[in-house]
Structures are given as C-alpha cells and as structure tokens.
C-alpha cells in the first residue's frame, strides 16, 4: 500500500467515525450504473479509461461536505472483488480494489497489471454506503495485454 493510500485510508476511516452516519437512503426504481465504454469479454491495454454511466438518479460529492440530497450518490469500481451481504449496509472499503469517486467523477484512467480482471460499479451515498436496494452493474470480465 502507498504513502497516499495509507493517509486516505486513516482519513477516510476518521472522517466516518466523526461524522453522524445517515440512515439508509433509498435508491429510486430503476436506477443503473453501467460501463459506458466496456462490455463483458474486452481486450483492452493499460492504462484503460473507465467512463461511467448512471440512469435515474444524480452524482454529488461524499465525505463531510458530502451532499445528503435523496436520489444522488457517487461511483466506486470494484477490481476483482465483490459486495455482498453484510457488506451492502457498511461503508465501502477504500484500497486498490475498491475505488471510490466521491468528487463526482464519471471517468477514471487505470493502470492495471496484465491478466483477467473483474469490474463492477456501485453507486453509494455521501458516507460511502451503498443505496436500498443497491445500484451496482453487472459484473464484467475483462483482458488487459
């Protein structure tokens, strides 16, 4: 783990203990998120632009200036992992696995290392905690050279 990693991670985790969590908030029928410009089975080399797309709900900014407004969250990319259970009702870690987007970006540029990878978005709320019911894409699977 890098220097700045490390720092955002201990920031991340303070800024949460501080802060007073919101209750659940709730993602409105039919909300997506969705790769714009990768699909399931793409060879693509690194770094690969990852652009974002979200139907039905907002993007506002996370943290403690975060936007609270119903219907708007921010993206996170999950690389090779996966949010299940328990997991869904907690913060969303943030490491190289578990990108988090809490400016409000729609895009990202990812080195990654060659190999198969997982990717999949989440879109959560201002304290990084997935909507009910959640709004994540689909799983895909891609190559880079």
């Known amino acids: 783990m890098t220097l700045k ?8 985790a303070i800024a949460l203990s501080t802060a007073t969590l919101a209750q659940e908030s709730p993602s409105p029928a039919g909300s997506k998120v969705y790769f714009i410009n990768l699909k399931d089975g793409d060879t693509v080399s690194s770094p690969v632009v990852v652009k974002f797309g979200l139907v039905g709900m907002g993007i506002a900014p996370a943290g403690l200036q975060g936007d ?10 999950l690389i090779d992992k996966e949010l299940t259970g328990t997991a869904l009702k907690n913060p969303i870690p943030m490491d190289d696995n578990h990108r988090h987007f809490g400016k409000g970006q729609t895009e990202a540029t990812i080195a ?7 990717l999949q978005l989440v879109l959560a709320d201002w304290t990084h905690v997935p909507h009910v019911p959640p709004v994540m894409s689909e799983r895909i699977t891609i190559t880079v050279k």
Do not use: D, K, Q
Not at 5 to 12: P, Q, V
Not at 68 to 77: E, K, M, W
């Open 5 to 12: 990693t490390t720092l955002a991670t201990a920031l991340f």
């Open 68 to 77: 609270a407004t119903a219907g708007t969250g921010h993206h996170h990319l």
């Open 112 to 118: 990654f290392p060659a190999g198969t990878h997982t």
